[in-house]
């Protein structure tokens, strides 16, 4: 099994930023318009997207690879313990940067298994600038708004420890995780976008055809 990358300053109040809060509810929103009946989160950080889900009546389980967490299961996201469509939908938030990319397709195969609905994914999208605009023609219609992630010149991606790899770095531009996610067997990319207040998270959305 891997060794855990999570420092003893995890949780403290810089990294639980106001553009984290807003990340944990879109990841809630997402979860919640496929109206589960159970899920799985993968990698919970401090609990509060799962907690929240479990309020809502969902069933919910955790995993991750540190027990230091408290997971309900502590396993490797490559090698889930888990029988096939065990949930409905499946949620891993800023977890499979923490491994090597070549690893990434078998890993999101293991989440394509279990998941009897959808899969929720976000990852770390570097950009040196990320305007935005937000458009809103009707009081009735919901705004629009999209981001532009600039990086004239990307950089080479260098492990920090923790990290082995983000969007937006010259080894992995969006087009190649694009075309990832697009090849799992049975599932379709039906959404991927930036959200307006954390422009570094970058939101996937595959549904079961």
Known sequence: MRKPQVNSDYFNMPYLSRERWISFWYQIMEVMETKPESVLEVGPGPGIVIRAIRDF??????????????????????????????????LAAEVLEHIPFAEVFGAVKELARISRKSIVITLPHYSRFSPS??????????????????????????????????IGKR?????????????VDDFRLVRDYLIEENPFHHFFVLTKV
């Open 133 to 166: 605009i937000a458009l809103k023609f009707f009081p009735f219609v919901p705004r629009v708004q999209k981001v532009f992630p600039i990086s004239l010149i990307p950089p080479k991606h260098r492990f920090d420890g923790q990290h082995y790899w983000e």
């Open 57 to 90: 009546g969902v069933f919910g389980v955790t995993v991750d690879i540190d027990w230091r967490l408290r997971p309900t299961v502590a396993a490797d996201v490559t090698k889930l313990p888990f029988g096939d469509k065990s949930f409905d939908c499946v």
């Open 171 to 183: 080894e992995t531009p969006i087009s190649k995780v694009r075309q990832l996610f697009s090849a």
